[in-house]
């Protein structure tokens, strides 16, 4: 049975990766045409990649949107936990975009294809993003 993909679970696994682990982002491409990839195959996942079914995530490869993902695959969410997250009313794909694009995308120096940020940085970040959605920080190591 496929664990259905949450925004908790979600953040967990982001946090896990990028911020215990200080993994870096999974970025595909060259000059400017630099994007972000669910899982290159080599280990590096974004955000959603970390929960997602391995092979499901190689298979959309990079350059998707999170709402198209959504859309072919919605047996790998939890729809209606994205649509009570937050205090704030915004369709359950856009809640996702706004996830994918603050634990991943936004944090990425493109030019540099790396984080933007330090580890540190990034630390205060996530707490913050934690505290609006009303999720909670992991401790110790997650198993997602």
């Given at each position: 049975m496929i664990k259905k993909i949450t925004p908790q679970r979600t953040f967990n696994a982001?946090?896990?990766?990028?911020?215990?682990?200080?993994k870096p982002p999974a970025i595909y491409g060259d000059g400017d045409n630099v994007?972000?990839?669910?899982?290159?195959?080599?280990?590096?996942?974004?955000?959603?990649?970390l929960v997602m079914p391995e092979d499901r995530a190689i298979e959309i490869g990079g350059g998707v949107s999170i709402d198209t993902v959504m859309n072919a695959y919605p047996e790998?969410?939890?729809l209606d936990s994205w649509r009570k997250v937050g205090d704030f009313?915004?369709?359950?794909?856009?809640?996702?975009?706004y996830f994918q694009a603050?634990?991943?995308?936004?944090?990425i120096d493109y030019s540099k294809r790396t984080w933007?940020?330090?580890?540190?940085e990034r630390?205060?970040?996530y707490?913050?993003?934690?505290?609006k959605y009303k999720l909670s920080i992991p401790k110790g190591k997650t198993n997602d």
């Amino acid at each position: 049975m496929i664990k259905k993909i949450t925004p908790q679970r979600t953040f967990n696994a982001a946090w896990q990766a990028f911020i215990v682990e200080d993994k870096p982002p999974a970025i595909y491409g060259d000059g400017d045409n630099v994007s972000c990839y669910y899982n290159d195959g080599h280990g590096n996942c974004c955000a959603f990649g970390l929960v997602m079914p391995e092979d499901r995530a190689i298979e959309i490869g990079g350059g998707v949107s999170i709402d198209t993902v959504m859309n072919a695959y919605p047996e790998l969410f939890n729809l209606d936990s994205w649509r009570k997250v937050g205090d704030f009313t915004l369709a359950a794909v856009r809640k996702a975009e706004y996830f994918q694009a603050e634990l991943h995308d936004s944090l990425i120096d493109y030019s540099k294809r790396t984080w933007k940020f330090s580890r540190q940085e990034r630390e205060v970040h996530y707490r913050n993003f934690a505290a609006k959605y009303k999720l909670s920080i992991p401790k110790g190591k997650t198993n997602d």
